[in-house]
Antibody, heavy 120, light 111 residues
Framework: EVQLVESGGGLVNPGGSLRLSCAASGFTFSNAWMSWVRQAPGKGLEWVGRIKSKTDGGTTDYAAPVKGRFTISRDDSKNTLYLVVNSLKTEDTAVYYC???????????WGQGTLVTVSS | QSVLTQPPSVSGAPGQRVTISCTGRSSNIGAGYDVHWYQQLPGTAPKLLIYGNSNRPSGVPDRFSGSKSGTSASLAISGLQAEDEADYYCQSHDSSLSGWAFGGGTKLTVL
């Protein structure tokens, strides 16, 4: 059974940092392109960024609002995806989900999300 | 403003059929990229409903169907049930973003 479990969210001051984790199981994590998607309270889904599998180059892409502040990485030995969020702004307050690609197996699985609240 | 445009809300009575549109542009749907649809029930994570324009993952009822034409796509739900009341999102790749684009979401109300 595919499972994605996010952790690491919390309350942080503006300008602060956090490291979010996504523990994956039930599939060959090293072969999967993984993405982070966020959802601000009462708002829609917003793509944050993606990391390719190492065999496909392991490169990352980011949405414009987070580029230069957020960093996605992966540890295939631990089946874990990471999102380091720096220089946080109040508008970064959201539930952060990790997800697999809908275009390849395992298709479109999402974790339960982890809430990041940026407030003084 | 979302890259993909969806109606904010749709509604229908139990048993009826509703459609949700998703309009894109030449850098996403119009470029030939696949469209995927998600259902998000209140307080839960999104769930993949349709992938690759018109394919249903295992376990998704055949009441849900998807189509794509030109720069637009549609999700149709037939035989509406109370449990279908949720938010629905379309998603595609966008070459100008080098990543995913989402629609703003459509809230389905079952009357």
């Amino acid at each position: 059974e595919v499972q994605l479990v996010e952790s690491g969210g919390g309350l942080v001051n503006p300008g602060g940092s956090l490291r979010l984790s996504c523990a994956a199981s039930g599939f060959t994590f090293s072969n999967a392109w993984m993405s982070w998607v966020r959802q601000a309270p009462g708002k829609g889904l917003e793509w944050v960024g993606r990391i390719k599998s190492k065999t496909d180059g392991g490169t990352t892409d980011y949405a414009a609002p987070v580029k230069g502040r957020f960093t996605i990485s992966r540890d295939d030995s631990k089946n874990t995806l990471y999102l380091v969020v720096n220089s946080l702004k109040t508008e970064d307050t959201a539930v952060y989900y990790c997800t697999t690609s809908p275009g390849s197996s395992p298709r479109g699985f999402w974790g339960q999300g982890t809430l990041v609240t940026v407030s003084s | 403003q979302s890259v993909l445009t969806q109606p904010p809300s749709v509604s229908g009575a139990p048993g009826q059929r509703v459609t949700i549109s998703c309009t894109g542009r030449s850098s996403n749907i119009g470029a030939g990229y696949d469209v995927h649809w998600y259902q998000q029930l209140p307080g839960t994570a999104p769930k993949l409903l349709i992938y690759g324009n018109s394919n249903r993952p295992s376990g998704v009822p055949d009441r849900f169907s998807g189509s794509k034409s030109g720069t637009s796509a549609s999700l149709a739900i037939s035989g509406l049930q109370a449990e279908d009341e949720a938010d629905y999102y379309c998603q595609s790749h966008d070459s100008s973003l080098s990543g995913w684009a989402f629609g703003g979401g459509t809230k389905l109300t079952v009357l």
